[in-house]
């Protein structure tokens, strides 16, 4: 086996081998496969441990494509000609969008009918905010998250996400859902007003 050693700027250690690793070593297998891509363009072994490691300084790795595969994809498709809609149509057409954004993104927290969870996450049913509050106020909150507010009396202790990924449409419909759910009456919310409070 062939070991070489040498110090990069700041006292980095950079190691390079010609050495395959042992195929009977279960325990790198299971600890490089699960952390680095299956192939590893150097082994070497741990002068103190005496165990084969990867050594790939030079490797560098991308993380944008992990993140647009994991990026929701919006089916705006259902907001064409969504302008040019009745008041009654684009109310219809929002609530039946945001049941769907709400179910995805929100049902795990808030539960499916609105009562929240405990003192961890607020419920929206009769939310002061929700049920015709400053819509402002609950675009931010979907936008930006929150966490540490006190509602009708209550502090919870969950923290909200923040749900910036999502389309203005989508957030414009899910408020709207939630507004109009549950007993709420707390009017529509359309996609040009989440677009200014961004």
Not at 88 to 103: F, M, N, P, S
Not at 120 to 128: N, V
Request: aromatic letters at 8%; a negative charge.
């Amino acid at each position: 086996m062939l070991v070489l050693r040498r110090l990069l700027p700041f006292g980095c250690l950079v190691l390079a081998a010609c050495e395959a690793i042992p195929e009977d070593s279960v325990f790198v297998q299971d600890r490089y496969q699960g952390h680095y891509a299956p192939d590893c363009p150097s082994w070497v072994t741990s002068p103190v441990s005496g165990r084969p490691y990867c050594s790939s300084p030079s490797k560098g790795y991308d993380t944008s494509p992990a993140y647009a595969a994991a990026k929701p994809v919006a089916n705006d498709t259902a907001f064409d000609g969504f302008d040019a809609k009745s008041p009654e149509d684009k109310k219809a057409l929002l609530i039946a969008q945001g049941e769907k954004v709400y179910t995805n993104n929100c049902a795990a927290c808030h539960q499916v009918d609105g009562k929240g969870s405990g003192t961890s996450f607020p419920p929206l049913m009769a939310d002061p905010v929700v049920n015709g509050g400053p819509v402002a106020e609950q675009i931010q909150t979907v936008l930006h998250g929150l966490s540490g507010k006190v509602i009708n009396g209550v502090p919870y202790t969950g923290a909200m996400t923040p749900f910036s990924n999502l389309t203005d449409n989508q957030i414009a419909a899910v408020i709207t859902y939630e507004r109009n759910s549950w007993g709420n009456d707390g009017g529509v919310v359309e996609p040009a007003q989440v677009k200014a409070g961004r």
